[in-house]
């Protein structure tokens, strides 16, 4: 064919392929992280303190307790008005951190031992949960960002085996798997290089005894249970745990750390959104969250399987955050 | 007045319980998948349709320009062919990854990499196709006083048609099958129930979302096949 | 641009890492392969030399391939749950289909002239099956194989996700190995695949009867795609 038709062709190709370019972007609506300058043009009312505001996108990990915890902030801030975008399963801390960071995402709930473990990355092992709370507000105060009160609850990593295999063995704490000669830890990913992980476990407690088996997330029970695996890491407020199958193995050292819950938010976005009066709305809910709670939402959403979004409506609505 | 709440505690209310089927974990829970399908899988359905009709349309576009420049211009042929390969070659897990710093935990990122994935298959398709007609077809309609554009689209297009049907349907279901990891990045589609499962170890929402997929690709593979065979009917292949 | 010189650097680096990974993922492909071709291969060559069955072993190559692997390997995870088998069987479902299929069709399509004659020499059916059909067929069979060797190899990445190990368990941690470790596991999957390809093209040669070496068959309607890291 000759080059007049071909011209004409490639022009209609590429007309065809902006035009579907464009109508696929209209469903890419996910109100990003930068939002459009601060336009208060009234002052907001004390009840609605985030009216007037620009919309917040919150971020999630990739686990119940974190869909759980982000259902309940962003429905809590709804009834105040504001305007959040919930993306849920951003990934593990690095990966949401990195959100963060770029802006992606304006704020998350983060476990305030691992801000100091992995975020900041120190090695080293706070004495209380105090210390956990200054380090990591330091830190992120210093990067831009600012925390919200801690919640009552904490959920720390932990080792834990089958029953069976612990009574076998005679494992109670961590320190007790020098013991065996050599042993399987399955876990997520992420935790093979973190401090807070494999590498604290090998420099602190000496196991150098310890395979790494990578598992993702979740499948750790289901590993344990078949027996791929001699101990798995999982969450202390793990629902699972509540069933008397498996015993989790103590931390003396503190390896794991204190593991509170802030909501960690940019600066500037925080400023937009009312400063204080924003964090006031966090902190009300925050406060709610005892251990209890936290397990027996996880335990409705894991064993029960209800939906997480049901079930922060529910507590809200038990605790006055929402009206019924 | 936060400190007076905590002494006292929350209030933690009942939560619905969950079936014996669910809370045991068993092999399927149809009463569960009934109930939640309207909420779990049907949304993620649509989105996963969307997902592949937005993938193979662009994907479409761009390699139908491809391969009529490289069918112009025969020394294109390679060099697009060679980075066509080389994107299909990216393992999916690590290209929708990539593309986050990039684009960003959106649709977009989630489209680059499932466009990219169609071009080879496509491209391939539509040359060959074009190649493979007849001679004694171009032939006849030159005599015809066909011009290049009129051969183009009368003659040799139709022809190879079933081939470029073959091609899309083969890419649409390779793409069917990429976007359940493009969930990886958070986009949706049917693999976000499956990464949730992996999460939760619930085996009816590994079950119900796979069979889900698996039914998407064989009826939409069907269909196409049904649109292959109709549109040339004097090609009844065996094969296809 | 800088994440590729990165990740050669990787690749320098934590060459254990690569290596034990690339075991266990070659391990459970070369499982799966070995899998498949036990089931696929007898059954299509059977069907085809019976000239019986036509219509399923053709068409279950197009339901295979059009089964989305992450799919299968979730229907896995429910039935067989976590590991190294239950990732095995998801891939042996996925790449028995086309051994069959091409299995099926290169012993039925043998050269019918051929085959009479053979039998015309007074062979009984088995001897023509194995001194003539099979020889014949290989290189259409082996392509077959071929195309699902490369498949399975590249499906297996997904296998990180299932605990079943392999290169892919790199591709999913970025938290721990950056986005260099990333595209150094991809760089390693592909180098696997082409090596694959590689491998099957030469055995495929190697098996193939001197007189047939010069025959390709180009099959316009289901073209192999070559390289194919991809489900």
Redesign the interface.
């Known amino acids: 064919m000759n080059r007049a038709t071909l011209r004409l062709l490639l022009l209609l190709a590429l007309v065809a392929s902006l035009a579907l370019a464009a109508c696929g972007d209209d469903d890419d609506d996910d109100g990003g992280g930068g939002s459009s300058g601060g336009q208060e043009t009234e002052q907001a009312s004390s009840d609605m303190p985030g009216e007037g505001k620009p919309p917040v996108t919150l971020g999630t990990k990739d686990f119940t307790e974190e869909f759980v915890l982000g259902e309940l902030y962003k429905q809590a801030l709804e009834a105040k008005g504001y305007t959040v975008n919930l993306k849920k399963n951003i990934g593990a801390t690095e990966i949401i951190d990195k959100a963060l960071t770029s802006g992606e995402i304006d704020g998350y709930p983060e476990y305030l031992g691992v801000s100091v473990a992995v975020v900041a990355r120190k090695d080293i092992v706070p004495k209380s949960d105090e210390e956990t709370y200054e380090l990591a507000q330091t830190f992120y105060e210093d990067r831009g960002q600012m925390i919200s009160e801690q919640t009552p609850f904490f959920d720390v990593d932990a080792i834990a085996t089958t029953k069976e295999f612990a009574d076998q063995n005679g494992l109670e704490t961590v320190a007790d798997l020098k013991k065996l000669d050599s042993f399987t830890v399955g876990a997520r990913p992420e935790f093979r290089n973190r401090f807070q992980g494999l590498k604290g476990m090998r420099s602190e407690y000496g196991l150098t005894n310890a395979q790494f088996k990578q598992l993702a997330l979740g499948i750790q029970y289901q590993a344990l249970d078949n027996g791929d695996v001699d101990s798995a890491n999982v969450f202390s407020t793990d629902a699972q745990l509540a069933s008397g199958k498996y015993t989790v193995l103590e931390d003396p050292k503190g390896v794991f750390g204190y593991q509170h819950v802030a909501m960690v938010m940019n600066d500037d976005k925080l400023k937009e959104l009312g400063g204080q009066d924003y964090f006031d709305v966090i902190d009300e809910v925050s406060a709610l969250l005892t251990n209890d709670a936290m397990i027996s939402m996880n335990k409705a959403v894991a064993i029960d399987k209800q939906d997480e979004a049901e079930v922060a409506k529910s507590f809200l609505e038990a605790n006055g955050i929402l009206q019924q | 007045m ?2 007076l ?2 002494q006292q ?5 009942e ?4 079936s014996d089927c ?2 045991e974990n068993g ?2 829970c149809f009463d ?1 998948f009934v109930d ?1 399908f309207g ?2 899988f049907a949304p993620r359905l649509v989105e996963h349709i ?1 997902l592949t009709a ?1 993938a193979v ?2 994907g479409f ?2 390699s ?2 491809a391969a ?2 490289a069918y ?1 211009y025969g020394k294109l042929e390679t060099p697009f062919a060679i980075f066509m ?1 080389f994107l ?7 290209f929708f ?2 593309m986050v ?1 990039i684009t ?5 990122s989630a ?1 680059i990499a499932l466009v990219s ?1 169609t071009l ?2 496509l491209f ?2 539509i040359i ?2 074009l190649r ?1 007609v007849p001679e004694d077809a171009r032939e006849a309609a030159r005599a015809m006083g066909l011009t ?2 009129q ?2 689209w009368r003659v040799e297009l139709p022809l190879a048609l ?2 470029i049907m ?1 091609g899309i349907r ?1 890419a649409t ?2 793409i ?3 976007a ?2 493009a969930a990886y990045i ?1 986009v949706g589609g ?3 129930p ?14 119900a ?6 039914l998407l ?2 009826v939409v ?1 069907g269909l196409l ?1 049904l649109v292959q065979r109709g549109l040339a009917p004097w090609m009844r ?4 | 641009m800088q994440t590729f010189t990165d990740a050669i650097q990787f690749l320098g680096d934590n060459l254990q890492l690569i290596w034990d990974k690339t075991v266990e993922h070659l391990l459970l492909s070369g499982a799966a392969i070995g899998v498949a071709i036990l089931i696929a291969i007898p059954v299509g060559v059977w069907l085809g030399h019976l000239h019986r069955g036509s219509f399923l072993a053709i068409n279950v190559s197009n339901v295979g391939r059009a089964l989305p692997s992450l799919a299968v390997i979730s229907i896995g995870l429910g039935v067989l749950g976590v590991g190294f088998l239950n990732v095995m069987v998801a891939l042996v479902i996925l790449a028995a289909p086309v051994m069959l299929t091409n299995a099926y069709v290169a012993v039925e399509q043998v050269d019918k002239d051929a085959v009479q004659a053979a039998r015309a020499m007074g062979m009984q059916p088995r001897q023509v099956l194995l001194n003539v059909e099979l020889p014949l067929a290989l290189p259409l069979m082996f392509a077959g194989i071929r195309t699902a060797a490369v498949y399975v190899v590249a499906t297996a990445t997904l296998a990180a996700l299932a605990g079943g190990g392999g290169l892919g368990d790199i591709i999913v941690n970025q938290p721990t190995y950056g986005p260099e470790g990333v595209v150094a596991g991809s760089i390693a999957i592909a180098v696997l695949a082409f090596a694959t390809e590689g491998a099957f093209a030469l055995l495929q040669r190697a098996v193939t009867p001197r007189g047939l070496r010069k025959r390709g068959e180009q099959v316009l309607l289901e073209p192999t795609i070559t390289p194919v890291t991809n489900p």
């Not at chain 2, 505690?9 to 209310?13: E, K, R, T």
């Not at chain 2, 292949?237 to 296809?240: H, Q, S």
């Open positions: 936060t400190a709440l905590a505690g929350p209030v933690i209310p939560f619905e319980r969950g669910v809370r092999q399927f569960w939640n909420d779990v969307e937005i349309a662009i576009a761009i139908f320009a009529l420049t112009a390969a299909y070659t990216i393992p999916s897990l690590a990854q990539l710093p960003g935990l959106t649709v977009t489209e994935y080879l298959i391939r398709n060959t196709g493979e290049q554009w051969l183009l079933p081939a073959a083969i279901v390779t069917i099958s990429l359940t990891v958070g049917l693999g976000q499956i990464f949730n499962a992996i999460q939760s170890g619930f085996k009816t929402q590994f079950v979302a796979g069979l889900l997929a698996v690709a064989l593979d096949v292949a065996t094969r296809a």
